[in-house]
Nanobody
Framework: HVQLVESGGGSVQAGGSLRLSCTDS????????LGWFRQAVGKEREGVAA????????VYADSVKGRFTISRDKDKDTVYLQMHSLNSEDTAMYYC?????????????????WGQGTQVTVS
């Protein structure tokens, strides 16, 4: 039974930083992808960043390249999303998700398990 629990959201001023965390449990498959997604009010869910659990390779949406960093601490079963230079367009509910496999991209429909989300508000 896979569970994902996000934390670290909050309110921040434009230009500020936040670090989101997602702790996973129940990941029993050898290769997997972990991704961060976001959904703003009235918009579709979009992929932000993803990381391959086995090799640590990453992929980012163009809108966050150079500002966001995804990382994985295997010892803590946690994936992080470090966000810098936040702006109002980053305001959204942020979700952590996972799927088995090694082809890690940012399509939300590819991901099997989801956390409950954590809100990020930039003003």
């Amino acid at each position: 039974h896979v569970q994902l629990v996000e934390s670290g959201g909050g309110s921040v001023q434009a230009g500020g930083s936040l670090r989101l965390s997602c702790t996973d449990s129940g990941l029993t498959y050898g290769s997997y992808c972990l991704g961060w997604f976001r959904q703003a009010v009235g918009k579709e869910r979009e992929g932000v960043a993803a990381i391959m659990g086995l090799l640590g390779s990453t992929v980012y949406a163009d809108s966050v390249k150079g500002r966001f960093t995804i990382s994985r601490d295997k010892d803590k079963d946690t994936v992080y999303l470090q966000m810098h230079s936040l702006n109002s367009e980053d305001t959204a509910m942020y979700y952590c998700a996972t799927k088995p496999g090694t082809y890690c991209r940012l399509g939300a429909s590819d991901y099997s398990y989801w956390g409950q989300g954590t809100q990020v508000t930039v003003s």
